[in-house]
């Protein structure tokens, strides 16, 4: 699978909307973009995915370049409880490893009262 | 439903001893890998099983071993613990995602291993 990059860190002030970046320009077209956060002393929580839309959910918004070789995940209004580490995943959807995610060491996102 | 659930949730070895971990699926979830974490890093993949068999495996020594039941939980064993062992492990359970045909993974809280 092709490998992502984010920034190590980021801070938002609670209550405001928060974009993480990640960048993935060697993505290939049957690569899906994962986004997945972990919480401390929790394991990674999943939290949208997605191939060419923008999706949307209850936890986040996924926004895809047109070339998809950047996507951003976007928490609409940022809590304290959304402090975490988040790790942006490509996934090819042709892959037989199955359950073989590659994480990196994500983004390290405070929220600040 | 339940989530997945993994024990002991921390423990103690000494080196060149041997560990058992478990792991208990999310209902239905018939596929379970394990990850390993290692402090200030993200988690790495060690293998999965499905259907009683491992079907894939990362960049682990064969001391890393493990088992999947008929009611599809798990352990992991590793024998020979050396220091470099100490992490939070973490097991993860799927189904393939119905709508998009993408694996969707829910993790267990780990089991802490700390080797002296």
């Given at each position: ?29 049957t ?27 209850r ?23 959304d ?12 892959s ?18 | ?39 200030g ?36 064993n ?28 829910t ?10």
């Amino acid at each position: 699978d092709a490998k992502t990059t984010q920034p190590n860190s980021m801070e938002s002030n609670e209550e405001e909307p928060v974009h993480l970046p990640c960048n993935h320009s060697t993505i290939s077209g049957t690569d899906y973009i994962h986004w997945y956060r972990q919480l401390p002393s929790q394991g990674p929580e999943y939290v949208i995915h997605g191939l060419t839309s923008n999706v949307n959910n209850r936890m986040a918004s996924l926004a895809i370049a047109e070339d998809r070789k950047s996507s951003t995940l976007i928490l609409h209004r940022a809590t304290l409880r959304d402090a975490a580490v988040y790790y942006c995943i490509l996934r090819n959807r042709k892959s037989n490893t199955g359950n073989q995610f590659y994480f990196g060491t994500g983004t390290s996102l405070t929220v600040i009262p | 439903e339940t989530g997945v659930t993994q024990s002991p949730t921390h423990l103690i070895k000494t080196r060149g001893q041997q560990v058992t971990l478990r792991c208990s699926s999310q209902s239905g979830h018939n596929t379970v890998s394990w990850y390993q974490q290692a402090l200030g890093q993200g988690p790495q993949f060690i293998f999965q099983y499905y259907r009683e068999e491992e079907n894939g495996r990362g960049n682990f020594p064969p001391r890393f071993s493990g088992l999947q039941f008929p009611n599809y939980s798990s352990e992991l064993n590793v024998n020979a613990l050396e220091l470099d062992d100490s992490a939070l492990y973490l097991c993860a359970s799927s189904l393939p995602d119905r709508s998009s045909g993408a694996n969707v993974l829910t993790f267990g809280a780990g089991s802490r291993l700390t080797v002296l």
